[in-house]
């Protein structure tokens, strides 16, 4: 018996040998259009419910066609992998609409049964909403059963394969070839969930319908002759239908014209943007996020500087060719900084590597007198000037630049700069800058063994795949008790969140900063950044992680409690008086995805916590509730950072206007009071020869959000030199008190005399 394996590289000419095996089904001799010629309008309404029950087939048959009919292994194995994953989030999304329908329809039991004509009402209501609660608890069910055989389907070693001749089956044609197509009550089945969730809303309706329109007839409280039948039930039924037809023709429109513009439409030749990138990957949900952030112009650049003790003094010309040198280096070993935005303004941008670039474009030499204007420390100065200085739109060019500021007097040469990488968020998170760093010391270390020339002009090497976003590279699952309380809270009325326990008014008694953001930014007018900069010495870290050990409490954790502690300070000198805070605090996910240890890209995820300060503490003293509460922030960090389950990131799949909801963040109240984000130690800053380049000092920044937190207290250290930078950022008029640069320097320094104080 003859077995035909599944290849990439088949005849698509070909017709298909007869393999009578049960478990292996041959590939496609050519791919099928399962529609032949034009529809009209009539055809398309009708293709609604021939396709897959109520679906029209572009989404149904047509999609599980294309998985078995692609080409090549390679085209149909990704094809397949589109289609389970999107599957997969259809299926937990009917499943918790389906449940909320349930509940909906169990509530009609408390409704009277004895109508206002006097009358009961008909045995067929009750009927048809008891059948309306089969239907949607069926709907779940299905969704949930359909999900784990999904879920089991692609436990196997050969998953991609068997879900297709899972769906497929073999049919002989006209002139007696095999072909592959999809099993019709396969199409069917993976229709039902969403059937039983419509029947069980066309239930209600006709409930409904049949109760208002029993009510217009006559009975005890209406009798024949003592008033006219048009009384105000009638004209309740009646308006009510009208209501109720007009929707529903307006919802049938709806489909038929989506369906017959899917049909109709023939797109325009665009550009095939294959031949002339290097290589090409979709974004994830969080890139995209980010960019819809940077397009509107609600934040600006992550900012990542060190302070760099060189080999040798340069002039500014050799300074120039020795870190085109090492950005060349760091381009090749980080492809991600090769790339740009494709095809952003669709619901499918791509990531796509640059086949040239300028090195000119992302470099800039400083003097550190023209940028110490607004600042005492060259640190702060780069700082500010990397936030303030914009990066063009991200489709032009790989959205990222670098700062060199040699610290010396004019025309002397210096064997110390002040490097600075502003990037965007779309493309990297802030662990990202370390990486960046770690290979541009290894680079300057190595500048004359580098395979690399000084020319502007740098033709990178092809990445053969560049990382994939945090959503593809892992499996993000959300459970449905994770799910439920940001969907009640989004779009759930009040009463019935207070019902699920779900109050709308959470950090009413939270710090928030001012009442109202201020105005929107723009293109012309884009967000600006503010920001304090402080250092901890390693004198006072080393006795500091000593007290914390014992306390079984991490830095961050005892940073977020002072940093409330600090804010409820500086405003009660104000005469607000405040306890309670809330922070966000960032996390990185690579510590789940062992291959991303090393790589940029934008992988961090986050979580809040309430903090309740002591008014009567004394600076350095934290009250026993208060070490209690540093260490409850430090477990659920701990625990947050160590799975990839129930991330709020993950929730993004369920977000369908992007645009939207991040204007409607733009214009809200924050929810929090702060965000934290520590990107944690630079371990690579001595290198092995005493005498190479060596990383003494590094700060990590984060551009003001206009749809974040008030303000953002951003930190790092290095291991060599110890010391622990503080940066703090915020969008002037976020914090809603009078001369807010003194007011985050009090903060900020009340923050360092706790420390200092323990």
């Not at 600075?420 to 004359?448: M, N, V």
Request: charged letters at 20%.
């Amino acid at each position: 018996m003859t077995t035909l394996k599944e290849s990439g590289d088949e005849d698509n000419g070909v017709a298909l040998a007869a393999a009578e095996t049960k478990h292996e089904l041959p590939e496609p001799a050519e791919s099928e259009n399962y529609r032949q010629g034009e529809e009209t309008a009539a055809g398309a309404f009708f293709s609604l419910f021939r396709g897959g029950l109520i679906a029209p087939s572009d989404t149904t048959y047509d999609a599980i066609l294309h998985c078995l009919t692609a080409d090549t292994l390679e085209q149909r194995d990704e094809l397949t992998k589109q289609w389970r994953d999107h599957k997969l989030e259809e299926l937990n999304f009917i499943g918790v609409v389906g449940a909320l329908l349930a509940g909906c329809l169990t509530s009609t039991g408390s409704w009277p049964t004895v109508l206002q004509n006097g009358r009961n009402s008909p045995w067929t209501v009750r009927t048809c909403w008891y059948t309306g609660i089969v239907f949607a608890l069926f709907a779940v069910l299905t969704a949930a059963q359909q999900s784990i055989r999904l879920h089991r389907l692609s436990a196997h070693k050969d998953s991609l394969k068997n879900i297709r001749h899972y769906m497929g089956c073999k049919v002989r044609d006209s002139e007696g070839v095999s072909r592959i197509k999809p099993r019709r009550f396969q199409v069917y089945g993976w229709q039902a969930s969403i059937m039983f969730l419509t029947l069980s809303v066309a239930a209600l309706i006709i409930g409904m319908c049949i109760l208002i329109w029993s009510s217009t007839q006559f009975g005890p409280y209406k009798r024949k002759g003592e008033s006219s039948w048009w009384d105000s039930n009638a004209k309740l039924a009646v308006t009510w239908t009208i209501l109720t037809l007009v929707t529903i023709v307006a919802f049938l429109v709806a489909q038929i014209m989506d369906d017959y513009a899917l049909q109709a439409s023939h797109p325009l030749p665009e550009f095939d943007h294959r031949h002339f990138f290097l290589t090409m990957i979709s974004l994830g949900l969080n890139e995209v996020r980010c960019i819809v952030r940077d397009d509107l112009a609600l934040y600006g650049t992550i900012v990542v500087s060190a302070t760099y003790s060189l080999q040798e003094k340069h002039e500014d010309e050799t300074l120039r060719k020795a870190i085109t040198r090492a950005l060349k280096h760091c381009i090749a070993e980080h492809p991600v900084l090769s790339t740009v935005v494709v095809d952003s303004d669709t619901s499918q941008p791509q990531l796509a590597q640059m086949p040239r670039m300028a090195i000119e474009d992302h470099l800039k030499i400083l003097e550190a007198e023209s940028i110490l204007a607004a600042h005492d420390d060259e640190t702060a100065a780069l700082l500010s000037f990397a936030h303030n200085d914009r990066i063009p739109n991200l489709t032009t060019r790989p959205p990222w630049r670098t700062y060199a500021c040699p610290l010396r007097r004019p025309q002397q040469r210096s064997t110390e700069i002040v490097m600075g990488l502003s990037y965007s968020h779309a493309i990297a998170d802030g662990k990202s800058g370390l990486l960046f760093h770690q290979s541009l010391r290894h680079a300057l270390q190595e500048t004359h063994n580098l395979p690399y020339d000084d020319e502007p002009s740098f033709f990178p090497p092809s990445a053969s795949e560049l990382f994939p976003p945090l959503e593809k590279a892992a499996s993000l699952d959300v459970s449905w008790a994770f799910l439920l309380g940001p969907l009640i809270g989004e779009y759930c009325p009040p009463t019935l969140k207070r019902i699920f326990g779900i109050s709308s008014d959470s950090s009413k008694d939270c710090w928030r900063g001012a009442a109202a953001r201020p105005p929107m930014p723009d293109r012309l007018r884009p967000i600006e950044t503010a920001l304090v900069h402080r250092q901890v010495t390693r004198a006072t870290i080393d006795k500091v992680l000593s007290l914390c050990r014992t306390r079984e409490v991490k830095l961050t954790g005892l940073l977020i409690v002072l940093t409330s502690r600090a804010l409820a300070h500086a405003l009660q000198v104000r005469n607000e008086r405040f306890t309670s805070f809330r922070a966000e605090t960032a996390l990185d996910l690579r510590k789940c995805i062992p291959e991303a240890k090393a790589s940029m890209g934008n992988m961090a995820s986050a979580v809040e916590d309430t903090i309740l300060v002591d008014e009567s503490g004394h600076i350095g003293k934290l009250s026993n509730g208060e070490w209690e509460t540093a260490k409850r922030i430090t477990f659920h960090l701990q625990q947050a950072s160590s799975t990839l389950s129930d991330q709020p990131v993950g929730l993004l799949r369920y977000l369908s206007d992007f645009r939207g909801w991040t204007l409607k963040k733009a214009t809200q109240q924050p929810n929090c009071s702060f965000s934290v984000s520590n990107v944690g130690m630079f371990e690579d800053g001595e290198p092995q020869d005493s005498a190479g380049v060596k990383i003494r000092d590094i700060a990590f920044s984060q551009s003001a959000d206009g749809t974040g937190a008030p303000f953002n207290l951003n930190l790092v250290s290095t291991k060599s030199h110890g010391t622990l930078n503080m940066v703090v950022t915020w969008w002037p008029g976020m914090l809603g008190v009078e001369d807010e640069g003194r007011f985050m320097e009090e903060v900020s320094d009340r923050i360092v005399e706790e420390l200092k104080a323990m």
